[in-house]
């Protein structure tokens, strides 16, 4: 019946279908209980409704608009949170801002109005309250206050069904919460620790963070929620590229190939680390990073960090034996990317299937920069001569003069090991058979591991172009 009801309402007011609709217990606050929803995943977002009585009538008469949850804080040098309210259940009015007073946090915060309706107070659902029930709530904070704020637009109710309808019931939009960039998470938030019947839905509005947490009552209604929704963000983020890389003025070197969400690694103080969210984005020279979703064309140019993909690599964590992070910390389906700088990063993803996916995107784009760039060049010492190390990619290992005359040369295959002091030595050791004489190159970089990352990046790639050649004799002979 309520799932009818969520139905006849959405097609009256869009022609918009739901791919998938149903009951979950969730909330939109962490602090807040459980309640029954009534849950809509639709082509760009997730909209949650909450189904009950309406215990003051006279919010049928508005429409519900500028939703927003606002968290206050006295500090040491504040005597008040800084706004009166008035209404109440006793006054037939629902409990609204009446006066915001300036140098207080509520003016401070920029998002407290005079004549907002206060829907929830540090949780707790204020419709049906009464005024010293809001003292009360208010006063029990203590030094912190979490406000749920919107604004009422009044509209007309004349029509016989839409007054039946209020007397009955309404359907009190929960929250809205974008699907592009959304992450969709079973872990606790910012802990390795799994829930073991729900997940999180997590996105932006550009401005603040959104969240709906569920709790599923079978694993399989669980599963069947999570994989809809995270399809759903996996198409919303492909189209997204598409569409930055039509109606955008980007060079073809700065092209997206791949964006999505993940969690990494970071310290919250000096003993501690926590799983924070992060946007990565995948173009055919770079591997940047993002706290949030760029807004603008200008946004892709300020990522957080930006690494060359062939001066990184990505390797699995073992765990539980990797020693890199603490025990109590690890998250399956890890990866660490390290740079040739020295920074690294480590990033979870939800699953295996998710985490092969984004570890083919990396491999390919990598191969496709490096076929691009075809030579990178390092400088170095050998034979107490300045020279340039040269990687390229269809002639192998150089050492050049600084007018890139060719002194010393090798192919990529006949590299038999390699080995550093871990400063700025590398060795090199070359052999065409097994009984033949070793040759070692011994050379000083001034960027040691920015080469060792290059070489590795120009070696699988040349490993592909030879199996891709490889492949295209047997389909040749096979004609």
């Not at 800084?82 to 509520?106: C, H, L, M, R, W």
């Not at 990073?289 to 390797?315: A, C, M, N």
């Not at 993803?349 to 984004?358: G, I």
């Not at 040269?390 to 060719?406: A, R, Y």
């Amino acid at each position: 019946r309520l799932l009818a009801r969520v139905s006849l309402d959405r097609e009256i007011m869009t022609s918009e279908r739901p791919i998938k609709a149903g009951t979950l217990h969730g909330k939109a606050r962490r602090h807040a209980p459980f309640r029954e929803m009534l849950v809509e995943l639709q082509k760009n977002r997730l909209v949650a409704y909450h189904y009950d009585k309406v215990k003051d009538t006279t919010l049928a008469h508005y429409t519900i608009v500028n939703q927003r949850v606002v968290q206050l804080e006295k500090l040491p040098t504040d005597t008040q949170f800084g706004f009166t309210f008035e209404g109440g259940v006793e006054y037939q009015s629902p409990i609204k801002i009446n006066k915001v007073y300036p140098d207080t946090p509520a003016m401070k915060s920029g998002e407290v109005y005079e004549g907002d309706v206060i829907f929830e107070l540090n949780g707790i659902s204020l419709w049906g309250k009464s005024h010293s029930d809001m003292t009360k709530i208010a006063k029990d904070g203590g030094k912190t206050m979490t406000l749920h704020l919107a604004c009422l637009n009044p509209r007309d109710i004349g029509s016989k069904g839409e007054s039946e309808s209020s007397a009955e019931g309404e359907l009190a939009l929960i929250a809205e919460i974008p699907l592009l960039m959304a992450s969709v998470c079973k872990y606790e938030r910012g802990t390795a620790l799994v829930r073991s019947d729900g997940f999180e839905v997590v996105s932006s509005n550009g401005k603040q963070e959104l969240s709906l947490l569920f709790n599923a009552s079978t694993a399989d209604l669980m599963t069947e929620w999570i994989s809809a929704i995270s399809d759903t963000v996996k198409k919303l983020n492909k189209n997204e590229v598409e569409k930055w890389n039509t109606w955008t003025e980007l060079e073809d070197y700065e092209q997206i190939l791949h964006m999505g969400t993940v969690h990494e690694l970071l310290p919250a103080n000096a003993h501690y680390k926590v799983w924070q969210r992060k946007a990565l984005v995948v173009t055919k020279g770079h591997l940047n990073i993002f706290s949030s979703l760029p807004d603008s064309v200008e946004g892709w140019f300020r990522p957080e960090e930006s690494y060359s993909l062939h001066q990184i690599t990505v390797k699995i964590m073992k765990l539980p034996n990797d020693e890199r992070v603490q025990s109590s910390q690890k998250r399956a389906n890890s990866i660490i990317v390290q740079s040739g700088t020295g920074k690294s990063h480590i990033f979870s993803f939800e699953s295996h299937h998710e985490l092969e996916s984004w570890l083919k995107e990396l491999h390919d784009a990598s191969i496709t920069a490096v076929n691009e760039l075809k030579r990178h060049s390092y400088r170095g010492i050998w034979n107490d001569m300045s020279v340039l190390f040269t990687i390229d990619i269809d002639q192998g290992f150089l050492v050049e003069d600084m007018h890139h005359t060719i002194l010393w040369s090798k192919p990529f295959s006949r590299l038999k090991h390699s080995f550093d002091d871990g400063s700025s030595q590398l060795n090199l050791k070359f052999g065409k058979h097994e009984n033949e004489s070793i040759e070692l190159l011994a050379i000083k970089l001034e960027d040691l591991y920015m080469a060792v990352c290059t070489i590795e990046a120009f070696m699988i790639a040349k490993v592909a172009s030879q199996d891709m050649k490889s492949l295209e004799r047997v389909l040749n002979a096979s004609h």
